[in-house]
């Protein structure tokens, strides 16, 4: 089981940091309700709370890491959504939730050529999951120690500067 701490969402087209918010829940279009359920509970320990049985489609809500993940099915008329993007959960140790992932049988997604598939940002690293219905799951190490050691290294290293110096980084 991969041990995770918070629900987080990225927003898309960040290539420089790794930009993440804590989120409260997540919800997810699935083709097999108890498939999900499984999934999301032998991969990430997530408990199963509550099922509705609504026709023409089946729910579930798992709890865990401080936040909701709701499955919905989608309807048998041959339409699919397109899987949920942008989300994930921030792990500890992503070499050990890496391994994990391999343990477990789980699907790598965008593989980015590196041979353990681990993505390198700034602040941290992410790799990228995919459950049983083709949605995206991002694993993230924030490792906000490390930064300025990455940053020496970093070939963006100008435009981080040019950033840390702007007026609205300091707003905060």
Not at 26 to 44: C, E, N, P, Q
Request: charged share 30%.
């Amino acid at each position: 089981m991969i041990r995770v701490s918070k629900l987080i969402s990225r927003p898309a087209g960040e290539t420089l940091r790794l930009a993440v918010s804590e989120v409260s829940g997540v919800t997810l279009t699935v083709s097999d309700v108890d498939r999900a359920v499984d999934f999301y509970s032998r991969v990430f320990g997530l408990k199963l709370v509550r099922t509705g049985h609504r026709l023409p489609r089946r729910s579930a809500t798992l709890a865990g890491a401080g936040a909701l993940v709701a499955v919905h099915e989608h309807g048998k008329d041959g339409e699919r959504p397109p899987p949920t993007r942008g989300w994930g959960f921030i792990v500890d140790d992503l070499d050990r939730a890496r391994e994990a992932v391999w343990d477990l049988g789980v699907k790598v997604a965008n593989d980015n050529g590196e041979p353990d598939h681990i993505r390198r940002w700034v602040n941290g690293r992410s790799l990228s999951v995919r459950d049983p219905d083709g949605n995206t799951i991002e694993l993230v190490e924030e490792v906000q120690e490390r930064a300025p050691e990455l940053l020496r290294r970093c070939p963006a290293r100008a435009a981080w500067r040019r950033w840390v110096r702007h007026a609205a980084c300091h707003a905060r």
